[in-house]
């Protein structure tokens, strides 16, 4: 076996962000310094499940075909040595629903609450409000019907997350 292959590294990204340019050139640039090094890089990214994302909060189909399209058309992601996969295929909402339904994930009255919640080791309240607050620049929301159904479903993103880098993190075995 060649030397250099057998000490190359496993590399995973992860990247929602393809409709913004900018970051987009930066993750790509990265990646293909990595790959003519050798090494053995796995991107990973969405499918259109994770509605609404930092890209697409509004969750509109529309933006998820954009995103889907700068994907294709971006060259260094066309590379032959890159290995892609799809978040998507690697966990299941309907289970992902029931985690939320069956935790104290969704028990939550107040930012401090959100800010503490903690699954399989991860804080998906504090990654969930970090997106909303972001985006709306609210970081004091009324904890009305609206609000609610919107961070659950921020919420349930973070599960999927979590369910499918769990999987992938046991597939792959990242460096």
Known sequence: MNKDIKNSKKHLYYFSWHGISYVSA???SDIERLLDKGEEVYLVSCK?????CWFNMEGKESKCRECRLNQSSNVV???KRLKKLFIDDYFNE???QKTLKTTSLADYKSISDI???EYHGVDVGYAALSSYVSHTRNNNPSFNRAFRDYFDRLLLNQVMLVHGFEQLLERIKPD
């Open 115 to 117: 800010k503490n919640l």
């Open 77 to 79: 992601l066309k590379d």
């Open 94 to 96: 309907d289970e992902a």
């Open 48 to 52: 259109g499940k994770l509605k609404p």
């Open 26 to 28: 930066q993750v790509s």
